[in-house]
């Protein structure tokens, strides 16, 4: 099982087939707070998997840190955007230890 932590807290990585809202509307991704857990979509490109994760571990962030936008979907969404093309495009905007 792949952990992601943020902050404090460990959330378990799930990969799942035809992802849904109870409501039955289809998700890239979900993140369930009291669980702690993280819910990826099965059928994706590993690109869309990266920016689906993102998005999702940056709701945990604001959820962790009660960050203003913590329900904005547009922020989130745009942050998740920002990151996943700046980590592709810069590797060197990955830490480093051995490096540093
Ligand atoms: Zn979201």
Redesign the pocket.
């Known amino acids: 099982m792949t952990t992601i932590t943020i902050g404090p807290l460990a959330y378990d990585l799930e990969i799942v087939e035809d992802l849904k809202t109870d409501e039955g509307v289809g998700l890239f991704g979900q993140i369930l707070y009291t669980e702690q857990v993280i819910k990826l979509e099965k059928e994706m490109t590993p690109e869309r998997a990266f920016t689906a994760l993102w ?1 999702e571990v940056l ?1 945990g962030a604001a959820d962790l840190y009660r960050l203003p936008f913590e329900d904005s ?1 547009q922020t ?2 745009t942050l998740a955007m920002i990151i996943t093309q700046l980590l592709k495009d810069n590797p060197e905007l990955r830490y480093n230890a051995e490096k540093a």
Request: negative net charge.
């Open positions: 998005h709701h979907e989130i969404g």
